[in-house]
């Protein structure tokens, strides 16, 4: 279960990932981890620095990629997200600013995409 679990989290990275570059999104860094958590994806987005959570869902019969994103896990986001900020100071002088997105996104039973949506600013 843990190996199709992390399959789909990187398809979901992947796919999250270019919608990001597709918006002019940099992808600084994916997969970062800490004893915090894991941070998918770190980018820029007009000299702001990004942390993106990723949900992928294979159809919503069970619930939205949405409801997956808990206040808990926001929490572990921003945790894992500052002490990133503390290990790479000079992205942090370099972009003051920064905030918590979210990347749903929902697949059919073929791996197709049937929605991505992106939520700024969720948290921080």
Do not use: W
Not at 31 to 56: A, M, Y
Not at 97 to 115: G, L, P, S, T, W
């Amino acid at each position: 279960m843990k190996t199709q679990n992390y399959k789909k989290g990187k398809i979901g990275e992947e796919i999250a990932a270019r919608h990001l570059r597709n918006k002019g999104f940099k992808i600084l860094e994916q997969n970062f981890n800490t004893r915090f958590g894991e941070l998918d994806l770190i980018c820029i987005d007009n000299n702001i620095l990004v942390f993106v959570e990723v949900k992928l869902k294979v159809g919503e019969s069970f619930g939205t990629p949405e409801e997956m994103v808990s206040s808990r896990k926001l929490f572990q986001v921003q945790r894992t997200a500052q002490s990133y900020l503390l290990k790479n100071r000079d992205l942090q002088a370099q972009y003051p600013q920064h905030r918590i997105d979210v990347v749903a996104i929902v697949v059919n039973i073929n791996k197709e995409v049937e929605r991505v949506d992106h939520y700024e600013n969720v948290g921080f």
